[in-house]
Nanobody
């Protein structure tokens, strides 16, 4: 099992920046990938960005390319999401997620952190 604890959400004005962090604990030696999803009111949860744990490969939603950067610190078992040039449409609850090498599915989730961008 893996436990995920997020931090860093909050309220920011349009054009501002926030940095989310997510620390994994438990069977971290099994990590395959970590990422961030978000869910806005009345919308489905969507993938924002992800990174391969061993090779650092990254994947981004088109809506955040060029503005968000996902990174990881393997020694700290932590994944980050640097969010720049934030827009009101980025307002959502952001969830950290992890996939293990055993099945490569995002089966582990953090509690979520609210990001609100005011116009």
């Amino acid at each position: 099992q893996v436990q995920l604890v997020e931090s860093g959400g909050g309220l920011v004005q349009t054009g501002g920046s926030l940095r989310l962090s997510c620390e994994a604990s438990g069977r971290t030696f099994r990590l395959y990938a970590m990422g961030w999803f978000r869910q806005a009111p009345g919308k489905e949860r969507e993938l924002v960005a992800s990174t391969g744990w061993s090779d650092g490969s990254t994947l981004y939603a088109d809506s955040v390319k060029g503005r968000f950067t996902v990174s990881r610190d393997n020694a700290k078992n932590t994944v980050y999401l640097q969010m720049n040039s934030l827009k009101p449409e980025d307002t959502a609850v952001y969830y950290c997620t992890a996939a293990l090498t055993t099945d490569r599915f995002y089966n582990y989730w953090g509690q979520g952190t609210q990001v609100t961008v005011s116009s």
